[in-house]
């Protein structure tokens, strides 16, 4: 194991000593390769650098007290990116191949897998580019394949801890029949400005209302939305929100515990209503909110007690990360070993 100070580590990139690879042409997938190498050799015509055929993945492995290493629901993972494939044209991955490449690129970077008890995980990033050359508008011929990894700490440098949102109707995120409910890149580039004028104000990050009437909340920046109410979890329901996986399981969970669960649109106007509320993603699992500053308006929702996370937020936060790690026992079938 690498003699890294983990609990210490930034939410970030850092180099770990293998990559897995694998090229989609003359119609068919290839091989698995491995590289040690950071660098993609890329066609300057790819369509990845000119139309956006660009999509990928988040995904964390978790050593548990026993020192098995586990992953969390890759198969959620390969759907998702299957469907962002079949939205914007690119090769889809067979299931078999996905998993291989996940697993494989673990085993050869386990000297970079977080101790248990660190707060730190191991990240997961399946990339899938278009690699060959166009100059029309149209899709690629051939497709790159990555899957690089590397440790990570808190999504925010808070940690499970709340923090304060921007809500601006300032900026779109996508487009109300785009690609918002599929992961590639486009979006995160369309979110730029918003976060970074979230931070220049000091804020941990932005929430989008719906592009179409500026009524509904949307994403959460790089996460999704929900609120708590009445022993209710209440999370919005919109074809421009990207289907989290974090987001699923809470809804197991929270029904598993007794909450009443709502997946529907929320009206701006029910954030004053919401006892809890928070933003949740593989990143930050479960980021609480306890301010959300509307930039229209000048109106201040506030969440939680003294600071703290509100008691259903810390109880789902509690439940999932114990069943990633292997303290809770896994229902669900969630996990798989890294044998």
């Known amino acids: 194991m690498k003699d890294l100070k983990w609990s210490e580590l930034p939410f ?9 690879r694998c090229y989609y042409r003359d119609g068919q997938w290839g091989k698995l390769e491995t590289s040690s190498s950071e660098y993609v050799p890329l066609h300057m015509a790819a369509t990845c650098l000119h139309y956006g055929q660009e999509a990928f993945e988040g995904m ?7 020192g098995k290493v586990r992953v969390f629901r890759w198969e959620e993972n390969h759907k998702r990116m299957n469907r962002s494939a079949h939205g914007i ?22 000297d970079y897998v977080p101790p248990y008890g660190t707060g730190a995980a191991l990240y997961i990033r399946p990339l899938l580019l278009g690699s060959g050359p166009q100059i029309g508008v149209k899709p690629a011929a051939e497709y790159l394949f990555i899957v690089f990894v590397t440790p990570v ?45 979230a931070h220049d104000t000091g804020f941990a990050n932005v929430l989008f209302l719906d592009s179409k009437e500026k009524k509904y909340i949307d994403e959460a920046g790089p996460a999704n939305f929900f609120g708590i109410k009445n022993n209710t979890y209440v999370t919005p329901k919109s ?10 399981s809470l809804c197991t969970i929270a029904e598993e515990m007794g909450l009443k669960v709502e997946r529907r649109p929320i009206p701006k106007a029910e954030l004053a209503e919401f ?23 000048g109106e201040n929702f506030n969440y939680g007690q003294d600071g703290k996370p509100g008691q259903w937020s810390t109880k789902l936060y509690k439940h999932l ?19």
């Open 12 to 20: 970030g990139y850092l180099k770990t000593d293998y990559n897995i």
């Open 153 to 197: 700490g808190p999504y925010f440098k808070e940690g499970f801890s709340p923090v304060e949102f921007l809500l601006t109707e300032e900026f779109d995120r996508a487009a109300p029949q785009g690609t918002g409910n599929i992961k590639v890149g486009g979006n995160y580039a369309a979110s730029l400005r918003a976060m970074k004028k």
């Open 239 to 248: 074809p421009t929100i990207l289907p989290s996986i974090t987001n699923m």
């Open 89 to 110: 044209m690119m090769a889809e991955l067979p299931p078999e191949l996905f998993k291989q490449a996940i697993f494989k690129a673990i085993k050869m970077n386990m």
């Open 321 to 339: 990360q114990g069943i990633q790690y292997g303290d809770i026992e896994d229902k669900y079938a969630w996990i798989a070993f890294v044998e």
């Open 275 to 297: 006892e809890e509320a928070g933003a949740c993603g593989t990143a930050a699992v479960i980021s609480p909110i306890k301010r959300i500053y509307d930039d229209s308006t």
């Open 60 to 66: 964390k492995a978790f050593q548990g007290k026993d």
